[in-house]
């Protein structure tokens, strides 16, 4: 690969997506509250809802804000406004937040929302400030590397937990390209894959994009509860499952993955957040024909394509040859062929004056290029001087047989800066003194005396974002 990653639009593939879609005829692509779609289907109402969408005066490169999670209709309106050209900036949860972002940084014109069969499209006009508009132009200057490129586009927003969501501008036509492939791969039989991760989130555009590759079936869940994923996993056989630790954790301590028959599983991609090695092992015991998969990526450069070291191993090796890393005082810097245009409310400084991303990883790297998360940079806590890294006493702690979970953080110390602080969820009954001298008693002797927490939670359930990962406190 050269040093320069290019971006490669390809306006022609545009097209072919909807006609490939349209050869594979009946076979199943949308599975949706128990109603199979095919390909076919699927081709159809592309084709339908992009002539609605210009009827209703919808513009190539205007910005339209989908408001939707995983449906039939949403997948078809989504590739719709591709076909058209669009910028795209689906929206899950309504929030004043992210609607104030939306508003104040993407320049949207419409607002879709779409019956989840696909029957009814809605179209209402959006009045925002243009911000970066020129005088007398419809189009904000940061789309016009799009609309120079003929390309559609798409925002995401992160979650916003430290501040304003930002608004992360992608190539639509690139992440199409490189992660939906040819569809060339047809075999007789079908992979049906659960699309956990929000349709707002780059995993969740990761996986439907993955599902097209294969030519397989997107598995669409009412809800995203431990007994509904596994119900469906045994109901429809899902091979793959694309979700995140914190999840995984729910489906242990509730023993669904006993209730529920989730032996058609090959394999688990597991990635949002860092997985603890106490954890890994756990859920290899308890799912031993399923390949654990460290998956791992960003909403600014895209996923990375893969390799753990094996199931039992927190280790993987970025295998993408469309991806180049690096690490600069222990954090992850990576350059993709997916990468993000830029930020629309924020400067691009998290990126490196040659183009790299920081990623705010903290890594190590073996001899052999394998790489393990040991956690956020900024999640680090300042014992006095010392650092302590959540994630290094999570691991440790799960494998107590009291504690179901945990989570780990800092908060302000007058005297040593920070102090470490951890919320648990017990097993079975326990005061809080008695899980403030267990979680004491556990640690000693596996930890430096100063990563020993200074308070200790009973809580009956941790904190998560609606993206199923650990919320931690830094109040």
């Keep these: 690969m050269s040093d320069e990653l290019d971006r490669r639009d390809a306006p022609d593939r545009r097209d072919e997506l909807a006609e490939r879609f349209a050869r594979l005829g009946d076979r199943p692509a949308v599975i949706d509250k ?20 210009r009827e209703r005066g919808v ?25 058209n050209r669009n910028v795209v900036v689906p929206l899950v949860a309504f929030t004043e937040g992210a ?26 006009p959006m009045a925002a400030a243009d911000p970066g508009t020129e005088s007398g132009a419809s189009t904000p200057e940061a789309y016009r590397p799009l609309v120079e490129a003929g390309a559609a586009g798409l925002v995401l927003l992160s979650s916003g937990s430290t501040g304003a ?94 209730k529920h028959d989730l032996s058609s599983l090959r394999m688990i991609s597991y990635g949002t957040e860092p997985m603890p090695e106490e954890l890994l092992r756990r859920l290899h015991t308890a799912l031993p024909r399923a390949r654990l998969l460290q998956t791992f990526g960003t909403s600014e450069t895209g996923i990375s394509a893969t390799t753990s070291e094996s199931s039992e191993s927190t280790y993987f090796r970025i295998s993408d040859e469309n991806v180049r890393y690096r690490i600069v005082d222990g954090e992850l810097q990576l350059k993709s062929r997916t990468q993000f245009m830029g930020y629309l409310n924020y400067p691009d400084d998290s990126l490196t004056e040659d183009g790299w991303f920081r990623t705010g990883d903290l890594v190590e790297e073996k001899e052999d290029g394998f790489l393990k998360v040991k956690g956020r940079a900024k999640e680090v806590i300042n014992v006095g001087g010392e ?89």
């Design 99 to 124: 609607l104030r972002t939306v508003n104040d940084s993407c320049a949207p014109r419409h607002l879709v929302k779409v019956a989840d069969d696909g029957s009814e499209l809605v179209v209402e």
């Design 387 to 475: 650092k302590v890294l959540p994630l290094e006493l999570e691991s440790i702690l799960l494998g107590s047989p009291l504690i179901d979970d945990c989570v780990v953080y800092g908060r302000p110390n007058s005297i040593t800066g920070q102090s470490v602080c951890v919320d648990v969820k017990p097993s079975g009954p326990m005061t809080r003194a008695e899980a403030r001298r267990h979680v004491r008693e556990f640690l000693e002797g596996k930890v430096e005396p100063f990563k020993l927490p200074a308070k200790v939670n009973l809580v009956e359930e941790l904190r998560m974002s609606e993206r199923f990962k650990k919320q931690r406190i830094r109040a």
């Design 34 to 53: 128990g109603r199979t779609h095919s390909y076919g289907d699927l081709a159809r109402a592309i084709r339908t809802t992009a002539d609605r969408l």
């Design 59 to 83: 513009a190539p490169h205007e910005a339209v804000v989908l408001n939707a999670d995983f449906s039939f209709g949403s997948i078809a309106t989504l590739l719709a406004l591709y076909l």
């Design 165 to 258: 969501p930002k608004a992360i501008l992608h190539n639509l036509d690139t992440l199409v390209a490189e992660k939906a492939g040819s569809g060339d791969r047809v075999g007789s039989r079908t992979t049906n894959i659960l699309m956990f991760l929000l349709f707002d989130h780059i995993g969740g555009i990761n996986s439907l994009l993955g599902v097209f590759k294969v030519n397989g079936t997107a598995v669409l869940p009412a809800r995203r509860t431990p007994e509904e994923i596994c119900a469906l996993i045994e109901e429809h056989g899902i091979r793959l499952l694309p979700t995140s630790p914190t999840f995984l954790n729910l489906i242990l301590i509730g023993d669904y993955h006993r």
